[in-house]
């Protein structure tokens, strides 16, 4: 039996931009490899089933780094500055610093790649803020081009890879390991990785370890999509996938930059295990929210769709270290209240996110809609469905069992629609919008 005492320490660990990596592993025939994550699964609860509260860096870091909904603390869309209407106080690191904890940083986890303003980071950590140079800081004397979405940039040398955002992040994670005292109160650890964050820069042999010929759209996109007149206006399409070089290309980049911030987890995970803390810390990895791959000829985030709102989460407890999969829908909200939960401190207050201690403990999670919301838009994942209802009033709906990529709009005819609308419009007015009082459909 799993032990019931508390763990003392956690280590957070964050992709910028990352998709469910599992979904993408011979989705475009070329197989995108990720063996750090991989071997991380193999003695970790790999949830499937985890949302994103929104598409967009801002808005869902600060979600689930607070434990509020996005209408709860009012940063709904892109925000360049949060805290300006968010309190430090209000992030459930500031509650783990209060009793006790030692606070570190490390990289983009709450907001930006530079260091928090000095006033609020003083708030949240024990220690000194740090800054790393970031990838688009590579010069163009020692890069070339591989072409793609935003050019396909690549440092030549290894000599160069100290230059990378993920190196430098990394390497903060391994000196605060190997100067931690075997003694060491109790800490939190943040680890923000760049990558694989646009415009998807790597050291040149992350993308010569993809064959771009190899790539291929999956069949379900060649009858086309069921698109929303509101998401065209608002999310315009910015790659055409027809033009199959480009996409390849783009694709190939994109890999490999998961890949290569891979890699650099597998040097941030070979660090933890080999602390002496390592049996006392909970690991957590996830992703802020995913991206369009050249679907619905997008090559972006800010959309309801699955292939955005769905992220990689994984909880590794060092005391059952075997591989799990969750299949059930859970939130990033969960995040803070299944940190408390390990560390065997109190729940949050205030907070409708729920400890995933029970499922990673081989207990179903309670059926439940998970929302994912972009200002006042928002889709549902509850079952095996999606329900999506924007801000206009108009609706889709898609059975992600039979079609993931969603390419066809069940409609309103469906049975189960008018169950799936009503789940949508209760869950959203739990967490904060009421869209019995939006605009009718047009």
């Not at 910028?16 to 063996?35: C, M, N, R």
């Not at 985890?50 to 603390?73: D, E, I, K």
């Not at 939960?341 to 990673?360: A, C, N, T, V």
């Not at 992600?400 to 009503?422: F, I, N, S, V």
């Amino acid at each position: 039996m799993p032990s019931d005492a508390p763990l003392k320490n956690v280590v957070l660990i964050t992709f910028d931009d990352a998709v469910a990596f599992w979904k993408y592993k011979t989705a475009f025939g070329e197989a995108l490899q990720t063996p750090n994550l991989d071997r991380i699964c193999a003695q970790s609860t790999a949830f499937q089933a985890a949302y994103c509260q929104a598409p967009v860096c801002s808005p869902s870091r600060a979600s689930f780094m607070s434990g509020l909904t996005p209408h709860q603390s009012g940063i709904t869309g892109p925000y360049k500055n949060y805290f300006e209407k968010l309190s430090p106080q209000q992030m459930w690191p500031h509650e783990l610093r209060k009793r006790g904890f030692y606070c570190s940083s490390g990289g983009k986890v709450m907001q930006g790649y530079g260091a928090l303003e000095e006033d609020v980071h003083a708030q949240l950590f024990s220690d000194a803020p740090k800054k790393f140079r970031g990838d688009w800081q590579i010069p163009d004397h020692i890069s070339m081009e591989f072409g793609g979405l935003r050019g396909g940039k690549a440092a030549r040398d290894e000599k160069d890879d100290p230059r990378f955002y993920d190196h430098q992040s990394a390497n903060s994670l391994i000196r605060f390991f190997k100067n931690l005292s075997p003694k060491a109160e109790p800490f939190y650890r943040e680890v923000g990785f760049y990558g694989p964050h646009g415009p998807w820069i790597t050291p040149r042999r992350f993308k010569e370890m993809y064959a771009e010929q190899n790539f291929r759209q999956p069949k379900a996109w060649q009858a086309g999509f069921d698109e929303s007149p509101f998401m065209e206006e608002q999310n315009t399409q910015n790659l055409d996938s027809s033009k199959r070089k480009q996409w390849r290309k783009s694709v190939r980049n994109y890999f490999s930059a998961l890949t290569h911030t891979d890699h650099h987890l597998g040097r941030v995970w070979d660090a933890i295990k080999a602390s002496p803390q390592a049996e006392e810390t909970l690991v957590v990895i996830l992703s802020d929210h995913g991206l369009h791959l050249g679907e619905r000829n997008r090559f972006r985030k800010h959309t309801l769709w699955e292939q955005v709102a769905n992220v990689p989460l994984i909880l590794h407890d060092p005391r059952t270290p075997v591989p799990q999969v969750v299949s059930d829908p859970v939130a990033l909200l969960d995040v803070g209240p299944t940190v408390m939960d390990f560390l065997g401190l109190p729940p949050l207050e205030g907070r409708i996110g729920r400890s995933l201690r029970p499922q990673m403990h081989w207990a179903r999670a309670p059926d439940r809609a998970v929302p994912t919301f972009y200002k006042d838009s928002a889709s549902v994942r509850k079952g095996r469905y999606r329900f999506i209802r924007y801000a206009d009033g108009s609706t889709q709906f898609f059975d992600l069992a039979t079609d993931w990529w969603q390419t066809r709009d069940l409609g309103q005819e469906h049975p189960a629609y008018a169950q799936m609308q009503a789940a949508h419009a209760a869950c959203c007015k739990e967490y904060g919008l009421d869209v019995s009082q939006a605009a009718p459909p047009l």
